[in-house]
């Protein structure tokens, strides 16, 4: 639509201002007479219809209009329009070779009244502008004041204005009460929240709505779907088998951070380089999640490399789309043909996301490496008090005790002196092995393919006692000694997670010797005696005595044994028992026994002590305090096997190299490439370090221009139904020019000056009389404005697919309002999940959940299969969350229809609605007029309440013909329902509800 800018002083408003003694000077400009703006309306036509043959990408003909240079080359002359080749080409005929765009190139020929800015401008001097998005964010001077009551509002009635209209009247309070309660929170009002807003008469009755409703951590569930959508969050890892993916956590994070309201520039950092913040802990590790979201495979036959490939490739892609805004998966196999993005860009952006710590095969694991546990708070606080309690059970059994120090003290004594020739002389009927307590080295970090086929530096190095090992993360591990874990038992007291644990002690024999011991493993183990290995398994399974037995052939004298614990994920442990007794003692301990007691340093006299009082059986009150601590250890364990699990990201010491990739292949290196930012925009500083955090840092540094024009698009977007930039994908040279591009900047700068200040931003759109207003208008103003790109009326559109199941919920005191947790299952279509899925998936079969506490959980947390998404969300066009999406389409189909009037859980909601209408009211005019309020957030009107009575009666007049009907209507859902004397006339009202919940009125956002 061209932009008319018709006088804003009308005649009338002329003699007005005569009146009062004010002076004004008119000097109207028509649209023929003004320079077209090169951003806004020419480039957009460029960008069409000319750049995919002479833009950045290709010059056919050597012509490039993306620049002055190129343009002015031949094609374009200043000041001459007539004399210009462009001019000249458009106009001619279709048949005509030389006419542009070719016909063969599927464009438009241009319009008149493209033609005509192209000619206004050419005659102006052809002047070339950078892209608007390109060009930094500048604070735009405000309109006058008298525009409107905020500083929004002026710039929404100026451009009204240049169209001859202006804002309508403000919509009436339940309407505005409804609307900006599913923009806030994308719940409707509770009926105490109305309650307490219609009879709230104070000025700032609606601004203190507002802060109520963000102050809601509903808020925060429905801020983060549009965040997930756009990240491509879901539950299953997307490819092949489709399996279960662990990464809820980083969903609850999002949550969390909106509700916090956690400035943006921080929500980006943490999520794209939490893991290299410094003293990065739990949160920042969780946060990275966001660059695990990505699709992944386990395919059998998949080249490694390729899909490596694959997977940068789209976080690379989503980053340029998400961040910046920008289409820059178009420059993997080229330049991009419209946007001054080369393939050198692309891939120096790449290498910014290539160095995971971790294989791009996910092994079909749902936590595959790197990944962390998340205690959760109620797990977390039982945790502290059992290591709190174990810590109390430790100082018991060391405490000081005459009786035990006497007892240790001939215990030392028979120690004091022994050699290897009176091994056989500790004890009676005891085999001449002598064991040494276990020293423990671990966790080493790995991904399942290595942890059963590499080993780790602790196995292939001499050992030494005091050796730390460096790990790839920085951190370092050492040898500890474990005097706790005591043969016999089952410890499940290793750390969790992909990797592996290594143990080691010695055995002493006076002669060689077999013995025969047993093992049990959580996963995989490996066994080796005097560094040659003597025994394998692989394969994942919980921790059993006796999985494994083998017989060890001791030589004399001193045996090294180490055993390599290989974990897939999730909790760690071991057993390990001798199947003939053998005294265990650690190799220093005769050495201590036989210092003086007078001699010795605290460290070994706790040494000695732990030594008896760990193996003593001559104390009852040992051996209880020692089962304690077990069952606590066994308690702990289980907490930590129940303990939820996400991916995360964590940095390869050594990042992989990059290159170009020729036509986009991923066996064909070209140019090897350094991380950098795309050359157009402005560089990164210095001062960064040249990593993910760098990348997040430029990203919302002040210099950036896109990051928060993207952000403060996309909340417009929510509130308005589009964004200013309609294209909110693309910032780029196709893109939409934006419907206020002033306003676009002052909201940008405004943001950032704020400190990213999301809950203000969304507070400030709300606050608008440009939101206020009533959406119904007149034909014409529909007319001038379609897709209500001017504001020229209120925000009007059909609720997303979340909100409106959340509302069936809601409205029928069903919703379950539970913060964050596991994803839910609730009741769905049978075969969907097995039409599409490998037998030997762990989504192969949908079971769905049978407690209401989970069913009937907000739509947020509703277990998101890739391959077959929930179904409800797929008719009201909600994305599979295969790939990054910031702005769904809105489509109206009869299947939405049916689905609404159909689908067990909405109908089931009905049901509920009708249950709570008949236990409130015996009249049924009382009923219907409740049931009108309830859904729509209104009074309703006689005609309404009599309509709907009328409606009842002749469905109580139906189900009395045939009560079997009713019982059968009634029985629809999985909870069981109320029971009522009268089925007739519940089943009645239960339908008539379910009529309700699909009013136009109810399932629009008016």
Known sequence: MTRSLTPLVTLESLGVLAMVGLCVSIAPVSAQDRTPSFAHEVRPILSDRCFGCHGPADQ??????????????????????????????????????????????????????????????????????????????????????????????????????????????????????????????????????????????????????????????????????????????????GKHFDNYRAIWPYRDWIIRSFNANKPYDEF?????????????????????????????????????????TDNVRDRTDTFGTVVLGLTVACAKCHDHKYDPITQKDYYSLFAFFNSLDGGPNDGNQAD???????????????????????ADLRRRLLRSDAAMNAAQARWEATLAGLGDADLADITLNTPRVLATDWLWAGPFPSVISDVNNAHTPAETSAFDRDQKFALRDGRTVSWRPRPDWIDGRTHYVLPGGVGSNILRRTVTVTEPTEIEIALGSDDSVRVYLNRQEVHKRHESRAVQPGEDRLTLSLKAGENELLIGIGNHGGPAGFHFEFLRGAVTLPAEAIELASIPAESRTDEQEQLLRELFRWRSQAFPELVELRSQIAASEIQAAQIDRDTPVTLIYRERSEPREAFVLNRGEYDSPGERVDRATPGFLPPMDERLPLDRLGLAKWAVSPENPLTARVAVNRFWLQVFGVGLVKTADDFGSQADPPSHPELLDWLGAEFVESGWNVKGMMRRLVMTRAYRQQSAATADRWDQDPENRLLARGPRFRLDAEALRDQALAVSGLLVNRLGGPPVRPPQPVGLWEAVAYTGSNTARFVADTEREKIHRRSIYTFHKRTAPPPQLLVFDG?????????????????????????????EAARALAEELLDRYLDDTDRAAWLVERCTGRSATDEEVAEI?????????????????????????????????????????????????????VVTKN
């Open 268 to 308: 980006l950092v943490e999520q794209l380089a939490g893991d290299l913040l410094p003293d990065a802990g739990a949160e920042e590790l969780v946060a990275s999640g966001y660059n695990r979201c990505n699709l992944t495979t386990a395919e059998g036959g998949v080249i490694e490399k390729e899909i490596y």
């Open 879 to 907: 994305p599979t969350r295969e790939s990054c999406t910031v702005r769904r389409e809105r489509t109206n189909t009869p299947l939405q229809a049916l689905l609404l009037m159909n689908d067990p859980q909405f109908f």
């Open 368 to 390: 595959h490496a790197p990944a962390m546990r998340v205690p959760q708070p109620n797990q977390s606080k039982k945790l502290a008090s059992l290591q709190g309690e174990r």
């Open 60 to 237: 056919e003909s050597e012509l490039r209009l993306d620049t002055f240079e190129g343009a002015t080359d031949w094609a374009i002359v200043p000041g001459d329009a007539d004399g210009s080749e462009v001019i000249t080409r458009a106009l001619l005929p279709d048949d005509d070779e030389l006419r542009m765009p070719p016909v063969h190139s599927g464009k438009d020929r241009l319009t008149t009244t493209e033609i005509d800015i192209l000619r206004r401008w050419i005659t102006a001097g052809a002047e070339y502008e950078e892209h608007w998005a390109f060009t930094p964010i500048t604070r735009s001077e405000l309109p006058a004041e008298e525009n409107g009551p905020t500083m929004i509002d002026r710039f929404v009635a100026e451009r009204l204005a240049d169209e001859q209209l202006g804002f309508l009247p403000e919509a009436n309070r339940a309407t505005l009460l409804r609307r900006v309660a599913f923009d806030l929170t994308g719940l409707p009002p509770s009926p105490e929240m109305a309650q307490a807003f219609l009879a709230d008469e104070s000025a700032d009755a609606y601004e203190t709505l507002v802060d109520r409703l963000l102050a809601s951590p509903r808020y925060g569930e429905h801020m983060a779907r549009f965040w997930l959508d756009a990240v491509r969050y879901a539950d299953t890892h």
């Open 949 to 1001: 009575a009328a409606a009842v009666a002749d469905e109580k007049a139906r189900y009395a013909q045939a009560p079997g009907a009713a019982e059968a209507l009634l029985s629809v859902g999985d909870v069981e329902r109320t029971p009522h004397d009268n089925t007739v006339e519940a089943a009645a009202w239960t339908l008539m509800a379910n009529l309700a919940l699909n009013l136009d009125e």
